[in-house]
């Protein structure tokens, strides 16, 4: 029988739970889509203000949920403190299945949080899925947009290290079928793209796509937390980046896994590709 309750979908605006939103709404599926802000849903599209810091947002957006798909947002850190309190109230409002957005490799690294998050997963009473994924390539086109588009450079201290992007499209074509199909539950699926490239490959795949020279010098750590912190970014948030892309630089983000083949019955999208179907946000004179 099809679940007719409606699929949490938390993040809802951002890139792969927006790209999620969008499937899950185009198949016909009932969507509730939970974050701080109702901008750029598709239409029709339920919405529930998420802060994952007020406890009083929790019970209206859990109300008659089943399935959640749960992503960290970028700035939590501390995940007992600022995210615990949500999944305990998943279970006390019946969750079942809960599809959580993971990091390849997380089962080798106790430090990043998405290891707590998957720890505490398991210890629950909730069915779960993880998707444990590679580096996203929207990264270029969000967090590192504004470098790339003004200053035509990569700053990561990701030295030589090789990294398996992922496109999120991909990611959220994976989410969909683990919402919306059975056989996905207890199961975690490493998903990579289908090749591991250095930065400075990417660098030359984006000179090429977009007619102008980007350029990655190999950042030292210290130049990448001094230009965030110029940003006015949190250094808890700083922290995080520094500790992933230091992965990348020891080589433990080139893991290139058939999961995402398999499961998509298709080869992930390319890099070029995502270039080239995003251009526009490395628009210089769009600035």
Not at 18 to 36: I, K
Not at 38 to 44: F, I, K, S
Not at 81 to 91: N, V
Not at 259 to 283: G, Q
């Amino acid at each position: 029988m099809t679940d007719t309750t409606p699929i949490l979908v938390t993040g809802a605006t951002g890139n792969v739970g927006g790209a999620l939103t969008e499937l899950l709404a185009a198949a016909g599926h009932p969507v509730r889509a939970a974050g701080r802000s109702a901008r750029d849903l598709p239409q029709g599209v339920a919405f529930s203000r998420l802060d994952f810091l007020d406890p009083t947002t929790y019970a209206p957006t859990l109300e008659g949920v089943r399935r959640v798909f749960l992503i960290r947002p970028p700035a939590i850190s501390d995940v007992r403190r600022d995210l615990a309190p949500f999944l305990s109230a998943m279970e006390r409002a019946g969750v079942t299945h809960v599809v959580f957005l993971s990091l390849l490799g997380v089962e080798r690294n106790r430090i990043v949080p998405h290891r707590a998050i998957e720890d505490l997963l398991r210890a629950s009473r909730m069915d779960w899925t993880m998707l444990r994924a590679g580096f996203f390539m929207q990264n270029l086109s969000t967090t590192h947009r504004d470098e790339i588009r003004d200053l035509a450079e990569i700053i990561v201290p990701a030295g030589h290290g090789r990294t398996s992007f992922v496109d999120v499209r991909d990611l959220a074509e994976v989410a969909a079928l683990a919402l919306t199909e059975p056989g996905h539950r207890g199961k975690a699926y490493p998903l990579s793209g289908a090749v591991a490239l250095d930065y400075a490959e990417v660098a030359a795949t984006m000179s090429a796509v977009l007619g102008r020279p980007i350029s990655y010098r190999q950042p030292s750590l210290l130049r990448f937390v001094r230009h965030w912190l110029a940003k006015g970014t949190k250094p808890a948030y700083i922290a995080v980046m520094a500790v992933l892309y230091t992965t990348a630089r020891l080589g433990l983000a080139a893991t290139i896994t058939p999961d995402l083949t398999r499961l998509l019955a298709r080869p992930p999208r390319s890099l070029r590709t995502f270039v080239e179907d995003n251009r526009h946000a490395w628009d210089a004179t769009a600035a």
